[in-house]
């Protein structure tokens, strides 16, 4: 069965041509960059006690720059370093620039700290080390310097519409890495408006969950990454300007992460559908960040984990926020993304699809396919000997995959035409 045939699609369709339908002989279808401080322990200098040993410092790499930060320079310029030893030995120095020696040590047990400044003299990293000189010795020691843990602050405050609500709450969270989640009291002192400060928050990062309800209801919710830094206040304001009611509109602001974040990427998304729809989103963050886990929410509520995720199609009208939180295998970074849509309430549309006939005389009809991922059909039909088929009920958003065959007389079937792809408007 040799032959061509043209698939079309009238009243809401696309027009495809479908490939030559060739009869089956022989084939079917089937933390925060630390810094590295090198010290190197010689014990025989020319013009040092050779019963003696001697420090040289110096740092290796720089802080990298950063994207997001509290209202604090993070560049070091200068170090505070001190050692204490045996007998109550001690060499210190202050705003220095590595390397740096100290020598005529006494041997035995030393322990060595040093403090990274920025500027304005603010010591903004910490790193202790020990180590046992012995006369004679030469010895390279490596020590991290990290920032400093503590506490922080966080001052979070959200803005909503008064006139769309009648009975307001706020319910919010901090979900760090490790550790059991902290509430965050929000004070509703004025109509439209909800604040909260913490002044005793654990440094790192934090998952911050937010949601506004009305009469007990949600309304909207938002999910973002938050970097606490020691006597720094991170800041967040949520906009919730539109609870189901019109376009969605939330600006979130977070300032400081002292630390790269990640950059996390969503595919896939779609802006609007019509109720019944769905959509398969994916998300991704740069090779060089290793393996992180994927928490998926809808309105601030977690729903599934992992680098993809299916929206319910049982979704009722209305503006949805689905956000998508990462983290690494250590805890030591995060990064958030979010995406707004919307499930409107619009009828279903047919779509009926034409072709031209296949002029072989062994043929004895077709096979129509379709569904919402090229070459995955969900879906299909035996139309017989015709050359339109009506498919109906689509979902106005969705993109659907079409493809077809033609079957002879002895129950051959060809290979698929060739894939159209049609996005039901929304009109």
């Not at 843990?149 to 006139?163: A, L």
């Not at 919010?172 to 909260?196: C, K, N, R, S, W």
């Not at 309304?219 to 609870?243: C, K, N």
């Not at 619009?346 to 699809?353: E, F, G, N, Q, R």
Request: hydrophobic fraction near 40%; glycine fraction near 8%; include cysteine.
């Amino acid at each position: 069965m040799n032959g061509g045939a043209v698939m079309s699609t009238s009243n809401k369709s696309q027009m495809f041509r479908k490939k030559r339908l060739n009869k089956i002989i022989s084939t079917k279808i089937g933390p925060f960059a630390a810094f590295v401080i090198l010290i190197l322990i010689l014990a025989s200098c020319t013009t040092v006690n050779k019963d003696k040993a001697t420090l040289v410092l110096s740092i290796s790499s720089p802080f990298q720059a950063k994207t997001l930060l509290p209202n604090i320079d993070m560049t070091p310029v200068d170090y505070d370093i001190s050692g204490t030893g045996p007998g109550g030995a001690a060499f210190s120095f202050t705003s220095a620039q590595p390397p740096v020696m100290a020598s005529n040590l006494e041997p035995g047990v030393w322990n060595i700290t040093a403090n990274a400044k920025n500027a304005a003299g603010t010591v903004i990293a910490m790193g202790e080390q020990h180590t046992n000189l012995y006369p004679g010795q030469s010895q390279t020691l490596n020590m991290t310097v990290s920032p400093v843990e503590g506490y922080g602050t966080v001052d979070i405050t959200m803005y909503w519409s008064p006139d769309d609500t009648y009975d307001p709450s706020v319910t919010a969270q901090l979900v760090p890495d490790t550790g059991a989640p902290i509430d965050l009291g929000f004070v509703i002192a004025t109509e439209g408006t909800a604040t909260y400060t913490g002044t005793n928050i654990p440094t790192g990062y934090h998952t911050l969950v937010v949601q506004l309800l009305d009469g007990g209801e949600l309304t909207l919710g938002a999910v973002e990454v938050v970097r606490v830094i020691e006597g720094q206040t991170t800041s967040g304001t949520f906009d919730f300007y539109d609870i189901n009611i019109a376009e969605a509109s939330i600006q979130v602001n977070i300032i400081p992460v002292m630390n790269d974040p990640i950059a996390v990427t969503m595919s896939g998304q779609i802006a609007e559908f019509g109720v019944g729809g769905f959509m398969t989103v994916e998300a991704s963050v740069p090779p060089e960040t290793g393996n992180v886990t994927y928490v998926w929410y809808i309105n601030g509520n977690a729903l599934a984990t992992g680098a993809s995720y299916t929206t319910p199609s049982d979704l009722f009208v209305g503006v949805y926020r689905l956000d998508v939180v990462a983290f690494t295998a250590d805890g030591s970074r995060a990064g958030s993304a979010t995406h707004t849509f919307r499930v409107l309430n619009l009828a279903p549309v047919d779509v009926t699809l034409e072709w031209d006939p296949n002029t072989e005389p062994d043929l004895a009809g077709y096979n129509i396919y379709w569904g919402y991922a090229s070459g995955d059909y969900t879906f299909s039909a035996d139309v017989g000997n015709q050359t339109t088929y009506t498919v109906t009920d689509l979902i106005p958003g969705m993109t659907y995959y079409y493809a077809a065959t033609a079957y002879d007389t002895d129950d051959l079937e060809s290979d698929y035409s060739d894939e159209v792809v049609y996005i039901v408007p929304i009109i």
